[in-house]
């Protein structure tokens, strides 16, 4: 859900993904300051420690036209240590009209730190599991993004719920905590069938449909969600949606995207899901299946203009490529595994905007996806400091938080850089091998659990790359300087500043593109390690220019790429004369340069004519056309062109 970025608009962006990319972004990022501010607002209640959530049988009666809920909500829980009272997340307007336990009622009390405090007939040992069922009703306060909200789509009443991730309270009795996930949970929705238009109401949840039963004029529809789920990716949504589906093969084991779309909203959102598809195809063949396969993806639309990464179901603002996919990538990285911290936002985040520009790589190809790099690395060098991952400090601020600059944008390109680093292999295995670790898969993971697995997927030690570019601050500059002492060879050195002074030296392997007089290219990667650093490449053309990181795989700003000074002074001293030339040209050089040999070449690049040094040279027997000459120093190559009459 959080693609919240401070975007500046690239000088060349393309339409799609230049304007509107930066358009979907930018559109997220008040509800995402807004609702993140009620996340550091509220914290994790102490008083809900003392047992594990293992499931949920969360039975809701609600009408879309009225802003009120009653359900029963059972629960299964194990006790961590001795319990003779256990406390629920309820919000205090919200009334419990009972609790039971195996037919018997229990006494409880509700008080003004929406804790609902249920007392135990007799104590719960440690390891023991238990269960009990909560009956509850009220008029749900919205908080954060909403809660629980109430109102219209074109004149039809919807409700939806969005708990990221402490509204979950304010419409059901739970345990808030992120790091506490329920094994899994059903879901039992009852509402009017039809509504007052004689339209057929639609409910939505997490996992996968069981039945749809009707009972008079009311319907209940069954949810059954059977992976790990905190309590704020539980989600409910009821309106007069239009349904349908696509297919996604799987490998032979197809599941179904079910689209859940407000009537009025049909046929602009069956043009734009079917991309969703080759989304999820493309994060299989790159990841692994999705994560929730034996159930369902879907989206299911509802009143606010971002979206909502809820397990199985991401609830829609809208319906652009962008969105989808950070929604999409979610389910991996933010549902599958969460991150253990604040601290550690930019494993939700880097990776679902990563995988945005994963997907504008694979469907619109290289041209488009160096584009998107490039708009990233303007928004990340826009300023000189600046970490990736948070201090305790940080986390007190909500706009560090969730700052589009750091958390999106350079988490994002700190993971492309690694791919650039370890090759393609070695970064897409090691992040599969995260997703699948055991200790991770469907539960937490915290930055140290990220770069050990991928340390031991590439058999390389990364901590001076993390400590360069995600914990510590700013970006390098380059200066390069090149020159061509043989034919066959470039000589070329790297020099680096920093812009902040917590990073002495940005490691780092820095791309190169060696353009040819004739217009041969040549990529080069060259692993700089020191400063000032000397490289001796082959090249087998007569080097005219050299492109500084061409396709924006590196974070860096203020690159400077120049002739050596020595060969820019000798080579402004050659002069041939007279240019044009009939029959022969007369050659001024340094008087302290020594010349081993000159070439002459076509434009077609057919070697003419060799000789060791002369001033002067006929060319009498040459046709009509330009003339390549290329004069062999010990300063390196020296290139002249003249014109033969």
Wanted: proline fraction near 4%.
């Amino acid at each position: 859900m959080k693609i919240w970025l401070l975007f500046i608009f690239c000088l060349f962006s393309f339409p799609f993904f230049g304007q509107d990319f930066n358009e979907t972004l930018k559109s997220i990022r008040v509800a995402e300051a807004r609702s993140a501010m009620k996340k550091m607002l509220q914290r994790v209640n102490l008083n809900t420690g003392g047992y594990d959530i293992k499931y949920h049988r969360l039975e809701f009666g609600l009408n879309p036209s009225v802003a009120f809920i009653s359900g029963d909500v059972t629960t299964y829980f194990e006790a961590k240590t001795n319990l003779n009272q256990i406390t629920f997340d309820l919000a205090n307007n919200m009334t419990v009209s009972q609790v039971t336990q195996r037919g018997s009622s229990l006494s409880f009390t509700q008080n003004s730190d929406d804790e609902l405090v249920i007392a135990l007939p007799t104590i719960q040992n440690a390891g023991v599991l238990d269960s009990l069922t909560i009956s509850y009703s009220g008029n749900p306060v919205s908080s954060g993004f909403g809660s629980f909200e109430q109102n219209q789509h074109d004149g039809d009443p919807i409700i939806w719920t969005l708990s990221e991730p402490y509204g979950a309270k304010g419409w059901w009795p739970c345990k808030q905590d992120l790091n506490d996930k329920a094994d899994s949970l059903d879901v039992f929705i009852t509402t009017p069938q039809l509504n007052p238009s004689n339209e057929v109401y639609v409910a939505v949840s997490n996992g996968l449909e069981q039945s749809q039963i009707i009972n008079g004029s009311n319907k209940t529809t069954h949810f059954k969600h059977r992976y790990p789920i905190p309590a704020y990716l539980i989600a409910i949504a009821v309106t007069n949606y239009e349904v349908y589906s696509h297919s996604v093969p799987n490998n032979g084991s197809p599941f179904d995207i079910v689209n859940y779309v407000y009537p009025e909203s049909l046929s602009y959102a069956q043009a734009n899901t079917p991309v969703t598809v080759d989304i999820m195809n493309l994060f299989t063949n790159l990841f692994e299946e999705y994560p929730f396969a034996n159930e369902k993806y879907g989206h299911a639309q509802f009143g606010w203009g971002g979206g909502m990464e809820h397990t199985t179901v991401s609830f829609m603002g809208r319906f652009d490529r962008n969105l989808i996919a950070h929604e999409l990538a979610h389910q991996w990285f933010g549902d599958k595994i969460t991150c253990g911290s604040w601290k550690d936002i930019w494993l939700n985040e880097g990776f679902a905007t990563y995988l945005s520009g994963l997907t504008i790589e694979n469907l619109d190809g290289n041209t488009s996806f160096t584009t998107w790099k490039q708009e990233r690395n303007t928004s990340i060098t826009s300023e000189t400091n600046g970490a990736v991952y948070l201090t305790d400090a940080d986390t007190t601020n909500v706009n560090r938080i969730f700052n589009g600059r750091l958390t999106y944008n350079k988490g994002a390109m700190v993971l492309h850089m690694l791919r650039k680093k370890l090759g393609d292999v070695n970064f897409f295995q090691g992040v599969k091998n995260y997703l699948n670790n055991p200790n991770h898969a469907y539960a937490y993971a915290k930055t140290p659990d990220f770069i050990s697995i991928m340390e031991a997927a590439s058999g390389e030690n990364l901590a001076e790359f993390f400590n360069d570019w995600l914990y510590n601050q700013g970006h390098p500059s380059y200066t390069v300087k090149w020159n061509q002492p043989a034919s066959n060879q470039v000589s070329i050195n790297i020099s680096q500043t920093q812009s902040d002074a917590s990073v002495t030296f940005f490691e780092a392997p820095l791309p190169l593109r060696l353009i040819g007089t004739l217009g041969e290219t040549l990529d080069i990667t060259l692993n700089n390690t020191v400063n000032n650093e000397d490289f001796l490449s082959s090249v087998n053309f007569t080097v005219a220019s050299i492109q500084f990181d061409p396709e924006s795989d590196l974070i860096s700003k203020n690159n400077s790429v120049s002739l050596g000074f020595n060969q820019i002074d000798v080579q402004s001293k050659f002069i041939i004369y007279p240019n044009p030339s009939t029959n022969e040209f007369y050659v001024v050089k340094p008087e302290k340069v020594e010349v081993n040999e000159v070439r002459i070449s076509n434009a077609l690049g057919q070697l003419l004519y060799k000789t060791n040094w002369s001033p002067i040279i006929n060319v009498s027997s040459f046709a009509r056309g330009m003339l390549f000459v290329q004069f062999q120093t010990k300063e390196g190559v020296i290139n002249k062109t003249v014109l033969k009459n």
